[in-house]
């Protein structure tokens, strides 16, 4: 079926080649839409590389075909940057404390929802092609390949969920550690099935000795590069670097150098990535740390390229029924396989409820390594079931590619993981003064215990004192109700050297104009600001009419950003 689509627009807006200008116009357009689709795609509450994959749609082969095939091909060195970051990020996930919490369950889930779904899509689509085709050999063919493919995991789009969410505890642990792993069992159960497959369609294949060396050369090989480049970043920006900018520039250049590198010896890029990032995250200087979080925010842009290359290398319009039907039987025997492979592992392993319940959701995204290892059919088989392949995993890549992220989201809010990845200074940017709370209490409202009246004795004030965490008091006009002034700890200090002359001195008596003042919906990185320029511990908080609402201390503003990480740690220590 031809792509409805592609004659819409006049024929200046099929980009077919890559100029200067018309470089930097198509990054913009990619850029540009596809932040805008990413964002409207947040707001409806389905996480942003969706949008920025439907834009590709939009913008590609299966849409208005501004990106043509040529052009998609040509900005191929964006899709290897982006995935050597994603490695690199998740090679700095994987510490050997972690590993050795993990490494046991890690190892179960992998083989569980690796090998479960080869045998569960392999036995399925047999039975389905040979009901079809009425050939058993190019059935079991067609299983085997689509089998051993079915294994991968995409790790772009769902490190992107995970990094968009801010998770953190066992579900986005074990997920992070089985993205980054289970592309090798893919490859192994592609070398044993392209073995079997090869005679029986009358190919002449690679020995499965021959495809095992190269599987063994290919992993070794780009693990020893990645940790070969690991060491030289971490003795350079050790020893030579201080400035942040160069530390990033620095950073940046030795892991694309390292891909580089990786992709002339014809070695797995990610798995390079990731050993750098494993490197440098458990070998290298503590003071050499702060390169990967200078990394991620280089990224953002990267991921929007990179996914909206992915949709636009889509192409919905060339399944055939059989082909659509293969199709949804991969996809339904894949994801059927990785739910009880997840959950069988997860329950031998004994992990956490979470992992068995949730991990299954995480599982379902599929793009760089099965379509590599569809191109490598493609080309094993090319005069049998090649092309068909490529089709169906093209096809089902789409598919998986659109649901995978939203299912991402729904296990790790169903996990209770969402926002747990933050820091205090993250906690102190997204809070205002009306959410600060002392315990149970929240320091903003009109009935607050710190606020007296004009006309209020010292030694009613003083009881309260006693009794509240408070240390400063909010004098509110007997009149008209708005602030009027502020006693401070120092009012008080010097009442109780009085002795019992202060039983007769009112809040009015004592009371100072105060410097400043805070509203309910001021900022916390605004108070404490306040706090500096005034040279302060403590602000009355006002509405708009001027009233009261009571005390924002700083050590109160402390208190509530401690209690809010330490809640958050022990959360974790509950999860796990």
Known sequence: MADPFAQVLPQVFHFSHLQGTQF????GIIMFFGALGGRIFQKLKIPQVVGYIVIGILIGSSGFQILQIE????LNPVNTIALSLIGFLI???????VIKKYGKQFVGILIGE?????????????????IFMKDFKTAISFGLILGAICSATAPAATTDVLKEFRTRGPLTTTTLGIVAMDDAVALILYAIASTVVSPLLGGQGQSFGMQMLNIAKD???????GSIFGALVTF????????????????????FLSTGVCTILG????????SLGFFMVNFAPAKTRPIFSLVEKFTPPIYVLFFVLVGAKLNIWVVTPILGILAIVYVAGRTLGKSIGARLGAKITKAPQTVHDFLPWCLLSQAGVAIGLSIAASNDFENSIGPSIILIITATTFIVQLIGPICVKHGVTKAGEVGLAITEDDILKSSKVKNVTWGSEKICCADSHAIVTETEKICHILKNFETHHNQSFAVASNETGKLSGIITLEHLKETLMIG??????????IMDKPICTCSPEDSLPDVYKKFSDADTESMPIVDNEGKPLGIMEKFAADHYLHTRILEINRKLENMA
Request: proline fraction near 1%; hydrophobic fraction near 60%; aromatic fraction near 10%.
């Open 219 to 225: 992993i070794f090989g780009s693990i020893i590069a």
């Open 267 to 274: 070695l797995d890029n990610i798995l390079a990535a990731m």
């Open 71 to 74: 052009t998609i091909i040509a």
């Open 236 to 255: 350079v920006v050790k020893n030579l670097m201080k400035d942040e900018g160069r530390v990033l520039s620095f950073g940046l250049g030795g892991l």
């Open 500 to 509: 019992e002359f202060a039983d007769t001195l009112l809040a009015v008596d």
């Open 24 to 27: 930097v116009l198509l990054l």
């Open 114 to 130: 690796s090998v479960t779904p080869f045998f569960v899509v392999g036995f399925f689509v047999t039975l389905v092609a040979y």
């Open 91 to 97: 090679g700095a996930e994987l510490k050997i404390d």
